[in-house]
């Protein structure tokens, strides 16, 4: 089945789960396993991102890229150590046009501040929502632009929106959402300028996955398409969506971790097996006939090869 909410799997494999246990912790604990084993038929989507920057940073629900244009034209994709080996990294944090797209690693916030400029942070809502909620803390570590580091509390408290005392911040080093019932988003903002730094709800420090593309000298934004690995995201209540909808095979998920936890190795291992097997099938089931297969002509499409051995 395709995805589903955290109320549907409850109620099909709710009492898979021990006594003790309740069914968002065990998802919470079963799923990023999951997720992590493969390129699973509902783990993949699309986004497109337009930057001017010599950089992107992917959303916090996507874990990897696996193929990429920009422009509309197909760019390889580069470890993170590639052009330190290479020709040591530019003074930016764009790469050299040659080498396409290169992974820069996690980032504490999604867009980087000039720091040739004074900024003010803004929490806010997201869309539908219209004002914050009235529980949660957001942390912030910033340096201003006499040089001072600012540990900033923002207690969340309903209103429209909360902005920083300070005016004349430069960099932000670290942000932490601490029991954000909801999604909220940390925006740093000069004038008319605003750069989103930070998105999400619950308990976690931000952090966002960075790609380093050639910045166009003539500085028009460039448009990134992505085909992304879908991340597992914490999930919170019955209305959060699970991605993974095989619910066979997070059934077997369930009772392998339970097996791991009563200290039975063999039937773990067997549930995990199986799990695996439910997820190759439902993937291979999918492709249909675009699943690609390795072919070797010897004689190059010119007709039949005699005498080969």
């Not at 867009?111 to 914050?132: A, F």
Request: negative net charge.
């Amino acid at each position: 089945m395709p995805a589903t909410t955290v109320k549907s799997l409850s109620d099909q494999l709710s009492s898979y789960c021990s006594p003790d246990q309740r069914f968002i912790p065990v998802m919470n604990l079963v799923l990023p396993r999951l997720y992590a084993m493969g390129y699973w038929r509902d783990l993949c989507f699309e986004l497109e991102i337009t930057t001017s920057n010599g950089y992107f940073s992917l959303p916090a629900e996507a874990e990897s890229i696996m193929c990429a244009t920009i422009d509309g034209t197909p760019k390889s994709l580069w470890a993170q150590w590639h052009d330190y080996k290479i020709s040591g990294i530019p003074n930016s944090y764009s790469a050299f046009p040659i080498f396409g797209i290169v992974d820069d690693g996690y980032g504490p916030v999604k867009e980087v501040l000039p720091n040739d400029t004074n900024h003010t942070l803004r929490l806010e809502p997201i869309s539908p929502d219209t004002v914050l909620p009235n529980d949660g803390t957001v942390y912030v570590t910033y340096e201003r632009s006499n040089g001072d580091t600012v540990n900033f509390v923002f207690d969340v408290n309903g209103s429209a929106s909360m902005s920083t005392a300070h005016v004349d911040i430069r960099r932000v080093s670290e942000v932490r959402f601490e029991g954000v019932p909801v999604n909220i988003r940390l925006v740093g903002f000069a004038g008319a300028d605003t750069y989103v730094l930070a998105d999400g709800r619950g308990d976690f420090v931000a952090r966002y996955r960075r790609y380093r593309t050639g910045a166009p000298s003539n500085g028009d934004a460039q448009i990134v398409f992505l085909l992304l690995k879908r991340a597992f995201i914490h999930l919170m209540n019955d209305n959060d969506i699970v991605y993974l909808g095989n619910v066979n095979a997070i059934k077997s998920a369930i009772l392998a971790t339970t097996a791991e936890d009563n200290a039975d190795i063999e039937r773990s291992g067997y549930h995990w097996q199986v799990c695996r097997q439910l997820l190759d099938e439902e993937k291979d089931a999918y492709r249909g006939g675009s699943r690609q297969v390795f072919t070797v002509d010897p004689n190059f499409g010119n007709g039949p090869t005699y005498n080969m051995y």
